[in-house]
């Protein structure tokens, strides 16, 4: 179908938009009749809604059973993913051994590569964890008392919601502790120099965190489905590498991290968007307290029961490629205070160093801190650069744009032949790093990324 049809559209009565003629391929209804589903590009694909259907049909997905409890939850039947005490540990007897923890590099380099997954023993000191895991506590606690509980409603499909899991967000902003545990400080994580060692060798050392956030288990929950933390997208190199910290000992009983070894190398090999291929059963970890998981992204994974009346705390931080977007929105979620202090390490961490994405209004094409910005807009005096035209006031081409201020358009600043005024005042951050000239600002940002 092809020609024109007139067209009028009207704005309002004062502003009518003058008639124009659109080609009847463009008109909603022409689009629709030349787009049956068998000719379409990838909608077959795209509604293949692999993995999911994959892990559905494999029985890795909760569903209630007539025979569980008020959750939906059967403790005896050893076909369900969650009771992997039976046949799933005679299995894993049988194919494994399955990684212990341990502090060797290459040990763990094996193990995260072979099986998806590595537990580093001791990754925290006996004073560390004390430390990290009195925060959470106290943490939790005082959210629960000022009504901010985050608790997740479980009984997914029973009609019941309960209140047996509560997740502690933005750690970022409470406590020093969670900071230093961001930037890997040997003083609050004492494995942070390997940790780091095994972020760069996975997700490489561009990486940005995607959230940091606790989960406490308590009784009366239902598993999570298993699923991968890095999406549906099936890569050879992990998209996303995440970290559990155990505070407390886990295993079956208390809610350990169920995990399906190998199922990252069974989902590549399985390729995008296609059945996944049988994957075998999924394990309890089992790991003392203060030991480290490191996992694949692609890792097929979820939280277990905890069918103690003890509540288990863990922490969850993931670190992804710099051009996925992020569970949390830290440019935005950043308490005032703790960006103030922020190290370059943890701006770029939190997204705070704009590199061809993540900039604002164009700052962040080449590497530019945006701290500053940030900053004007807690402050109230954040100018964007809206609708422009020749015919624009002078009030409206001089305005002191806070653009003009950074690096990207300090630089643009030195040519701008077109330039009818000079502009009046230009916002100036006091972020000593946004001042810093930007060949050193090149330096050290190089610098910030071959540290270790
Ligand atoms: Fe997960």
């Not at 590099?105 to 590595?118: A, M, P, S, T, V």
């Not at 209140?163 to 494995?191: I, Y």
């Not at 705070?352 to 604002?360: D, K, L, T």
């Amino acid at each position: 179908m092809s020609g024109k049809q007139g067209c009028f559209m009207e704005k309002d009565q004062q502003n009518p938009i003058p008639t124009q003629e659109i080609p009847t391929e463009f008109l909603p209804e022409n689009v629709k009749v030349n787009s049956p589903e068998d000719e379409q590009l990838y909608t077959h694909l795209l509604k293949a809604n692999e993995p999911r259907q994959s892990f559905a049909e494999q029985g890795f997905v909760f569903t209630p059973s007539p025979k569980g409890d008020e959750n939906g939850v059967d403790l005896d039947d050893d076909s369900l993913y969650y009771n992997t005490q039976g046949s799933a540990k005679e299995y894993w007897a049988a194919h494994g051994p399955l990684p212990a923890p341990t502090k060797d590099l290459r040990q763990l380099r094996n193990d995260f590569r072979e099986f998806g997954y590595c537990l580093i023993e001791e990754a925290f000191s006996k004073e560390q964890l004390s430390t990290i895991r009195t925060r959470v506590v106290e943490q939790a606690a005082g959210e629960r008392l000022a009504g901010v509980g985050f608790h997740y409603a479980g009984g997914a499909g029973t009609g019941k919601t309960t209140h047996a899991t509560q997740f502690v967000t933005s750690l970022a902003n409470k406590g020093a502790c969670f900071r230093g545990f961001m930037e890997h400080d040997p003083a609050v994580v004492q494995a942070g120099p390997l940790i780091e060692q095994l972020l760069n060798e996975t997700v490489g050392p561009d990486f940005i965190i995607t959230s940091f956030i606790s989960i406490i288990a308590s009784q009366g929950g239902h598993p999570q489905s298993l699923h991968q933390d890095s999406g549906a997208l099936q890569t050879e190199t992990p998209l996303l590498c995440n970290h559990l910290v155990f505070l407390d000992d886990v295993d079956y009983f208390n809610g350990g991290t169920m995990i399906v070894p190998r199922s990252h190398k069974i989902l590549f090999q399985s390729g995008n968007h296609r059945p996944v291929k049988q994957l075998p059963p999924a394990i309890s970890l089992e790991a003392k307290a203060g030991t480290l998981m490191m996992m694949d992204g692609h890792t097929l994974h979820g939280t277990g029961i905890n069918q103690t009346e003890k509540p288990r705390h863990i922490l969850v931080m993931a670190c992804i490629k710099p051009w996925m977007r992020t569970q949390e929105l830290f440019p935005f979620s950043l308490d005032p205070e703790v960006l103030a202090n922020a190290s370059l390490k943890l701006l770029k961490r939190l997204c705070f160093i704009g590199n061809g994405i993540g900039g604002i209004e164009g700052h962040g094409q080449e590497p530019g801190i945006l701290r500053g910005m940030r900053q004007a807009m807690d402050a109230g005096n954040y100018v964007r650069i809206g609708g422009l035209s020749p015919s624009s006031s002078k009030e409206e081409l001089s305005r002191d744009y806070t653009w003009r201020s950074t690096t990207t358009g300090w630089r643009a600043s030195m040519n701008q032949p077109e330039r009818r005024y000079p502009p009046e005042k230009l916002w100036e951050s006091d972020d000593p790093l946004e001042q810093t000239p930007v060949d050193e600002r090149h330096k050290v940002l190089q610098e910030s990324t071959t540290r270790r």
